[in-house]
């Protein structure tokens, strides 16, 4: 009886028993067999080159990838895990050249988050992250900017953002509102990062964050909670006027801070927001164990929007800590905007310059 014809199952060429290759079910020519396959650096075990969780000099399988290696999470390259250096408190690995870079570099890695600084006396403290665009991602910039700001103390870092497209990002460290107001010279790192060619609100890119920490809510998570739930439902009731407020356009809003929903009460507003995964791209994102994140503004280098800004995040979070549910949910934004006190001038002159401080008006100045 005639033998049965051998074919390599990929190029269809006629094999001898001698010259097939068996693998993973198919058979195959020596061509095609070492140009689809490899074997495993580690424990030796035959591969499809398709599925090598390695790279081309250290092929892997995946349970060895798994158990042996990782990748250097700034630069991508294959690291064994023994090797692999790491920030603290950041589990994202690195190898050796990037981890020195990223020490020696001004503008960190997305992943930097060093522990924080407290400035200021009080308990409501606001951490700033502000995106500034158009000047380039340059050390030397981030340098130059990091020695005013950090003069006297240590007050600001830099950060990379992948959502930037020619710049960083700067962080502060957490500041109470009059620390930030009266001892931060945040003017004069406005004004330098303006005369470097920076822009912030004239960029489809930045965003100003403002982090409010959550131990000044209360003694304890329900009492947070329940302050937590008035700023959200005050946001999400009050939505109209705080988008004007934060001059983001309809889409770049819906991208960066989307809108929960409000419902009738706080509590009510709040269960919906718990009962879902939002992430964090929303105007109040609550993902943060420490922190809750004010992410609705857009970006600005004009030292007065930046200031009102925070006057208005410091005016709700005081009035959600000082009021109960009903009275919050009563408040008509005419009643919110006339408990501001003199002692909030720049909050004051932007709502009018809005129109947003009952009927009064002023002129409106241009954002940078």
Not at 137 to 143: F, K, R, T, V
Request: glycine share 6%; net charge negative; with cysteine.
């Amino acid at each position: 009886m005639k033998e049965k014809q051998i074919i390599c199952s990929e190029c269809g060429a006629v094999l001898t028993k001698k010259t097939a290759h068996e693998f993973d079910g198919q058979t195959m020519c020596e061509r095609c067999f070492n140009e689809l396959t490899t074997e495993c650096d580690c424990c030796h075990e035959r591969i499809w080159r398709d599925d090598n969780s390695g790279d081309e000099d250290t092929p892997l399988c995946g349970a060895c990838y798994d158990y042996y290696y990782t990748h250097c999470e700034s630069c991508g390259g294959l690291i064994l895990r023994d090797n692999a250096c790491y920030e603290e408190d950041d589990d994202y690995p690195y190898c050796s050249n990037c981890y020195e870079r990223l020490n020696s570099d001004m503008i960190k890695s997305y992943s930097y988050k060093p522990e924080p600084i407290f400035y200021g006396s009080g308990n409501l403290f606001y951490g700033v992250e502000l995106e500034i665009d158009k000047g380039g991602e340059y050390n030397d910039n981030a340098e130059i900017l990091l020695n005013i700001a950090n003069a006297a103390n240590e007050h600001l870092y830099c950060k990379h953002d992948g959502s930037i497209n020619n710049g960083f990002e700067m962080v502060s460290h957490p500041m109470t509102l009059d620390y930030h107001t009266n001892q931060m010279n945040w003017l004069e790192v406005f004004n330098k990062a303006i005369s470097m060619g920076y822009r912030s609100h004239q960029t489809e890119t930045c965003g100003l964050h403002i982090h409010v920490s959550r131990s000044a809510f209360g003694k304890n998570a329900l009492e947070q909670e329940d302050v937590i739930a008035r700023i959200v439902h005050f946001t999400e009731l009050h939505w109209n006027e705080l988008v004007k407020f934060t001059r983001r356009t309809e889409s770049n809003i819906n991208h960066w801070a989307s809108r929960y929903g409000v419902s009738l009460t706080a509590k009510d507003t709040y269960k919906n927001v718990k009962e879902k995964n939002w992430g964090r791209y929303v105007a109040v994102n609550l993902e943060n164990y420490n922190t809750i994140e004010f992410r609705i503004f857009r970006g600005t280098l004009r030292y007065k929007t930046f200031l009102a800004t925070l006057q208005l995040v410091d005016m709700i979070c005081r009035l959600a800590i000082m009021l109960d549910d009903k009275t919050f949910e009563k408040m008509s934004w005419s009643d919110f905007v006339l408990q501001i006190g003199t002692d909030k001038p720049e909050l004051i002159e932007y709502l009018k310059s809005k129109r947003l401080y009952v009927n009064e008006i002023q002129t409106e100045t241009e954002e940078i």
